[in-house]
């Protein structure tokens, strides 16, 4: 019988915060997040639930304020939402929410985000998240092609 080990061919993961904060300068998004009473759970930190109402919170603020998006004209559907917790957040916390286009399809579109907290002086990550948008008709009840407008801008 031969017996191989597999576990030493493994090559070592690179340090997932390492990269994150890398990334911070390909933001060029960036609004304050207030945080409740209510977004704080028993153990004292920022329910894990929260950090999506966060992740919607900023999304309607770069809409708004960045891309100008028409909700009259095309409606969005959230299709996927993930997140990777990193480092908790605690009521005295100072955050804000890093959000970017990362990529644009036919009809749908991928919003990456980054929350953080300042220690120090400097921001620290505490989370990262991405949504996969649809553009959607609401009266249809389909998903549609996302205008020229709203892809360029």
Known sequence: ????????????????TADIVNQIDSFKYKTTIETRFADFDMMGHVNNATYFTFMEIARAKYWKQAVQW??????????????????????????????RTSRIG???????????????????VCSKGKTVC???????KTSVVIPDEEKTR
């Open 1 to 16: 019988m031969i017996l191989k080990t597999f576990w030493r061919n493994k090559t070592t993961k690179q340090d997932k």
């Open 70 to 99: 028409d909700w009259k004209k095309t409606g969005v559907v959230i299709a996927h939402a993930s997140l990777e917790y990193i480092i908790p957040v605690f009521p005295d916390d100072k955050i804000s929410m890093y959000v």
């Open 106 to 124: 036919k009809s749908s579109f991928d919003l990456e985000y980054l929350l953080v907290k300042t220690q120090n002086g400097e921001e620290v």
């Open 134 to 140: 649809v553009a959607f008709d609401y009266r249809a």
